[in-house]
Structures are given as structure tokens and as C-alpha cells.
């Protein structure tokens, strides 16, 4: 296998959304938000366009102040969309979630940047970037499940404790599943770009258990402490 990635032409790039017009076709035929489906496709298009040529300005001269912005940024865009199902309560939540986020998700890539791989600057853009992008996305969809399932099980009456534990177990829920299905079922994202690209898939498994390990602790510590941030305020349940 070539030790490189061959770059994908254009013609080739466009065969990769044949499936996904498929999907799209099924949820106009079976009236379904298919609107809402192509501005969600659109606007990964542009993110992911814009952040290919951000990424490849950002690698060439970064230093610690723009990364640091840029995590910050991060974690306001993360929490902002977490709160997505709940947008009666968005701005009340808002800085309760990004306080979540940012201390699970900043707490894992701490000790996963500075313990495990101990990069040299600290703040080396070429990992620090993609890792924080796992971690604190991880921990949006963490938070996400809890918040949403925390407040319904409010408004049907439960207490706080009962809340909080069905609301932390929902929310690990695919984290869990996850562990179950690696190498099992599924090799995750990092470690096949790395088969991919050439590298020994010993070394390869090495770097995927790293990222398990942070995705299934940011998420875990993330709702937790969201849960834990939302007990003297679980009276805006029924607001």
C-alpha cells in the first residue's frame, strides 16, 4: 500500500454524493424535512471548504494566542449547538454549557496533549486543532443528550436525582455502544486515515485507544458537570 493518501479529483469527489442524493430523494418522497437536510449538507460543504483553506493558513504561522482564541471559539459554536432541542432555554443554558464543555472537554485535552503525547510547543496546531475538534464535539453531542433528556424528565415530574441519572445514562449511551463496537464492528476515523495513509495498524491501534478513552471521558465529565452545574436552577424546566 502506497505511504500517502492520493488526492481525490474533483469528478471523483462529486461520485461520493450519488448515496447521499439518494437519502435526500427518500425524505421529500416520504415528506419528510428534506429542505432542512440540503442546508445541513450545504453547510458542511462550506465549513469544511472554508476550514481546509483556514486550517492551511493557520499551520503556517500559528502561535499560542490564536489557538487559544481559536479553542475558545470552539467551545461557544459547541455549546451554542448543543443546546440546539432545547431553544426556549438556549441563552439561560448557554453559559452553564460552555462551562461544561470547556472544563471536560479542555480537561481531556489537557491531559491527552501535554500527558500522552507530550507535544512540543504545547500548542502545536497540527494536532492541538483536530484533537480539540474530536473532543469538544464529542462533548456538544454529551451535553446535547443530557440537557434534553434532563429537562423532560423534569417536566413529567421526576426530582432532580432521578433526572440527573437518567439523563447522564442516556447520554453515554452511544459512547458506551462505541467501546462495544470498535475493531469489532467499526474502525474509527483516526486509525483508518492512518492505515490508510501507511501506517502500521499496531501503531494505528495505539492512537485509537488514546482517542477513545478521551472521547468516552470528555463526554462523561462534560455531562456530568453540566448536570451537576443545573441543580439549583431546575426550576426553568417549567418555565
Not at 13 to 39: C, D, Q, T
Not at 47 to 61: I, K, M, P, R, T
Not at 91 to 103: E, Q, S
Request: contains cysteine.
Amino acid at each position: 500500500m502506497s505511504n500517502s493518501l492520493s488526492i481525490i479529483p474533483l469528478q471523483n469527489l462529486a461520485i461520493a454524493f450519488i448515496p447521499v442524493f439518494l437519502v435526500i430523494i427518500i425524505l421529500f418522497k416520504w415528506s419528510l424535512n428534506g429542505k432542512f437536510a440540503l442546508y445541513a449538507l450545504s453547510r458542511m460543504l462550506v465549513q469544511l471548504l472554508l476550514v481546509g483553506y483556514f486550517l492551511n493558513y493557520l499551520f503556517a504561522g500559528a502561535n499560542a494566542w490564536i489557538v487559544v482564541m481559536l479553542l475558545m471559539l470552539m467551545v461557544l459554536f459547541a455549546s451554542w449547538i448543543a443546546l440546539g432541542n432545547i431553544k426556549e432555554q438556549r441563552l439561560p443554558l448557554l453559559k452553564r454549557t460552555m462551562a461544561a464543555i470547556a472544563v471536560g472537554g479542555g480537561f481531556t485535552l489537557f491531559v491527552i496533549t501535554q500527558g500522552v503525547l507530550t507535544l512540543h510547543p504545547w500548542y502545536q496546531v497540527q494536532t492541538m486543532i483536530p484533537l480539540a475538534g474530536m473532543i469538544f464535539a464529542n462533548c456538544m453531542n454529551s451535553v446535547s443528550l443530557s440537557a434534553e433528556r434532563f429537562y423532560a424528565e423534569l417536566s413529567r415530574g421526576e426530582d432532580y436525582f432521578k433526572a440527573r441519572k437518567i439523563a447522564f445514562q442516556a447520554s453515554m449511551i452511544p459512547n458506551i455502544n462505541a467501546l462495544f463496537a470498535v475493531g469489532l464492528i467499526s474502525l474509527p476515523g483516526m486509525m483508518t486515515g492512518q492505515i490508510l495513509s501507511g501506517t502500521s495498524p499496531f501503531i494505528a491501534a495505539r492512537y485509537q485507544i488514546v482517542v477513545m478513552c478521551m472521547i468516552f471521558a470528555s463526554a462523561g465529565i462534560s455531562s456530568a458537570y453540566f448536570l451537576v452545574l443545573s441543580k439549583n436552577k431546575k426550576k426553568t424546566a417549567g418555565q
